[in-house]
């Protein structure tokens, strides 16, 4: 039981981390960084990381400039604000995210520019049969390490499947709608946990919208963004170099 338990939170906080690190603060907002060589390591551990879900770049990219945009407008491709639940607003970003990574939705080329690209990478990536694959390693994992008679165990599953989408949906909906605001600048963002534990930052929204160039997404001093250590470390050692300091 321990083993899946530890699986379960060790595959939550290593893709929430590609997706904070690498795709949003690194691959939407240049807020650091980063040589050639550590952007294709961190775009394989994104890959490695997110496995089933694994999220394009380009497309997360795309999406998220968009929402920092028009947040909270009617072009905002994920505002809670536009929907009863949270099903409806994650079918309608993934209809969104389909239309950039299949190139059927032209985006504005301002917010199309400027991200990790390593084609290869994301057409074995995002290969359906690889996504399964991943799928049926998790699938085997558990069948492994699932103690007798704990049946009801296999429910975590489907975790795993969609690990990205489950953590932009807590973000997107949490994010916009539940927790306090330390700036007003006209959308619905909100901070919802001041020592965000569960999302690695990023829900921090509220501070985030107001200052998007910033690594720290906590401001006040009792807030606590725990990858911003992180980002810190990396940036001592060299292996990032910081644009704005937090
Ligand atoms: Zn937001
Ligand atoms: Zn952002």
């Given at each position: 039981m321990l083993i899946i338990f530890s699986f379960l939170i060790i595959h939550w906080y290593l893709s929430l981390f590609s997706q904070t690190f690498?795709?949003?603060?690194?691959?939407?907002?240049?807020?650091f960084t980063m040589s050639k060589f550590w952007e294709r390591f961190f775009h394989l551990f994104t890959w490695v990381t997110q496995g089933s879900s694994y999220l394009n770049p380009r497309a997360y990219a795309i999406m998220h400039r968009m929402h920092h945009a028009y947040?909270?407008?009617?072009?905002?491709?994920?505002?809670?604000?536009?929907?009863?639940?949270v099903f409806s607003m994650m079918w309608k970003t993934k209809v969104i995210y389909n239309g950039f990574t299949l190139r059927k939705i032209k985006p504005d080329s301002r917010f199309d520019k400027n991200y990790p690209v390593w084609p290869s990478l994301d057409r074995i990536a995002a290969f359906n049969p690889t996504r399964l694959f991943f799928g049926l390693l998790y699938i085997l994992f558990y069948i492994k390490f699932?103690?007798?008679?704990?049946?009801?165990?296999?429910?975590?599953?489907p975790i795993h499947f969609l690990m990205g989408p489950i953590h932009g949906a807590i973000v997107n909906w949490a994010g916009h709608k539940y927790g306090y605001r330390?700036?007003?600048?006209?959308?619905?963002?909100?901070?919802?946990?001041?020592?965000?534990?569960?999302?690695m930052g990023e829900l921090f929204q509220n501070n985030h919208h107001h200052?998007?160039?910033?690594?720290?997404?906590?401001?006040?001093?009792?807030?606590?963004?725990?990858v911003y250590p992180v980002i810190l470390v990396l940036n001592k050692v060299r292996v990032i170099r910081i644009r704005k300091e937090g």
């Open positions: 690498f795709l949003h603060r690194y691959g939407a907002h240049k807020m947040s909270d407008t009617d072009k905002d491709p994920h505002s809670p604000h536009f929907f009863k639940e699932v103690p007798d008679g704990m049946w009801w165990m296999y429910a975590f599953l330390n700036y007003n600048d006209g959308d619905k963002s909100r901070n919802t946990l001041i020592i965000d534990f569960l999302m200052y998007a160039a910033r690594s720290n997404f906590a401001t006040k001093w009792w807030e606590v963004d725990p």
